[in-house]
């Protein structure tokens, strides 16, 4: 469900025309949708509500703070990577009690912040770093909670870039070590172990990774238990993904409820999730002009006014993001049911940015309605991981985001500066 739509033969996000949010605040321009937002996070929660999940929105995926601050309004906590997103987390509002810390790199700074503002538990990813936090937090007076991560094995089978789960990957400590490890770890002075964790890559389109995955860490924590560990929680990660084509990729959250309830349900111990894309992944599109059209080879290019700056994932992982004019011509008007890729009349192009790389590109080969310079096209399912990993490269200004409620948009965060390019520098 998203609440980008065409009306009156032109894009609304809600009840604003995408082009009038294009006129007041320029383009490249990130746009939310808050009642999508709204409508995901609700989902999830009501799909694992027999288990009473404690939902940790993961902050990497879009972290502005007035969107955080929708989240934590309702109740949702935060999954955080670094210093910095947990400061964000925190600026939003966010409960530092409701605040999980993953990561395998967390640096001393980083995990003595974490425990003065007591967060909820880091998600610990080997044996030197459980030792550190230990060490840490006994410097402090503090007492540290953690969770293991455990790496399952299992093949979530998405993109070898965003991939988890295997044993050859960076993240957790391999399944098999995981009995030694706690009993290695049962009595530290200063840091609690009461908690596993898992999450197998992102996007995962189908169930049963996931299902093979809970499958193997639920008998981790049954063995864990009668070795006399006290097991309060299990955190099942994220990863949960989203259609970013207009056709039934990915399976909707009641759909993984379904497969995991059943392994999860009646536990002695909470359950936990960490869902990014899900939340924010549909309820944001990227609004891009068309600066100019050329010829090469036997290729036509679109080249537009947004690059791999502001949405480097089809670069990153060939990623696919369905492009559509904002005002298509009568013809090539989709209806809500009828999202087309192949436009009644149209042409093959390569969508490209303004940037120096060959990789700088939104879509390849892609058929299209025909459109000229000035035209907006708009970049759907963008928001997650689009303006959270976007860069100044080129010295290109970040994207102003806007956010929509109903009949208003609001400015969430600002067009960068030629100025703000140099602020940081020392000359
Ligand atoms: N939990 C942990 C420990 C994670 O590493 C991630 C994502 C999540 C939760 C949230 O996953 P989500 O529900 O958002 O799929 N940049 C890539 C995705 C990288 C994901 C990194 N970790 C992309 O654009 O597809």
């Known amino acids: 469900m998203d609440l980008f739509t065409y009306k009156n033969d032109e894009l609304y996000c809600e009840d604003v025309p ?3 949010i294009a006129e007041q605040f320029g383009t490249p321009v990130y746009v939310y949708s808050k009642q999508t937002v709204i409508e995901h996070y609700r989902q999830i929660a ?12 993961s902050i990497k995926s ?24 947990l400061y964000r987390a925190l600026q939003a509002g966010g409960d530092a009690k409701k605040i999980i810390y993953a990561g395998v790199g967390k640096t001393d700074e980083e995990i003595r912040y974490a425990l003065e503002v007591g967060i909820a538990a880091f998600n610990i990813e080997s044996e030197e770093e459980a030792e550190n936090i230990d060490r840490i937090a006994g410097m402090m007076g503090k007492k540290a909670v953690g969770a293991l991560r455990v790496n399952p094995d299992v093949d979530p089978k998405t993109h070898k870039h965003t991939s ?5 990957t960076k993240f957790g400590v391999d399944i098999e070590r995981a009995e030694a490890f706690f009993a290695k770890y049962k009595s530290l002075q200063n840091l609690r172990i009461g908690g596993v964790h898992i999450h197998i890559g992102s996007p995962v389109y189908e169930i049963d990774p996931y299902v093979q995955a809970v499958k193997k860490v639920t008998a981790l924590i049954d063995r864990l238990m009668l070795e006399g560990h006290h097991i ?6 994220g990863g949960f993904a989203v259609n970013y084509m207009h056709k039934e990729q990915a399976k909707p959250i009641t759909e993984h409820a379904k497969a995991l ?5 009646g536990k002695p111990y909470r359950i936990a999730i960490e869902p990014g894309r899900y939340i ?23 080249i537009v006014d947004a690059g791999m700056n502001d949405l480097i994932r089809p670069a990153l992982y060939d990623s696919y993001h369905y492009i559509w004019p904002v005002r298509p011509d009568a013809a090539n008007v989709p209806t809500e049911r009828n999202r087309e890729h192949l436009p009644r009349s149209g042409e093959i192009v390569d969508v490209v940015g303004p940037i120096c790389e060959s990789s700088d590109y939104l879509a390849k080969d892609r058929p299209l309605p025909v459109v000229k310079r000035d035209d907006l096209l708009c970049v759907f399912t963008a928001g997650a991981y689009g303006f959270a990993m976007s860069s100044n490269y080129n010295n290109r200004r970040r994207a102003a985001e806007v956010m929509v409620d109903g009949g208003k948009a609001q400015l969430i965060r600002r067009r960068e500066t030629w100025e703000d390019l140099v602020a940081a520098e020392r000359v």
């Open 164 to 168: 988890t789960g295997k044993k050859e």
């Open 232 to 237: 309060e929680w299990l955190d099942i990660g």
């Open 62 to 85: 879009c972290g502005n703070i007035h969107i955080c601050k929708v989240l934590a309004a309702e109740g949702c906590g935060f999954d955080v990577t670094s210093g910095g997103e």
């Open 280 to 302: 924010i992944g549909n309820a944001g599109v990227l609004l891009t002009r068309v600066l100019y059209r050329k010829i090469g080879g036997n290729k036509r290019f679109v």
């Open 261 to 265: 309830l059943p392994l999860l349900a």
């Open 18 to 20: 995408a082009r009038q």
């Open 46 to 57: 009501t799909a694992f509500a027999p288990v009473n999940p404690t939902i940790c929105y």
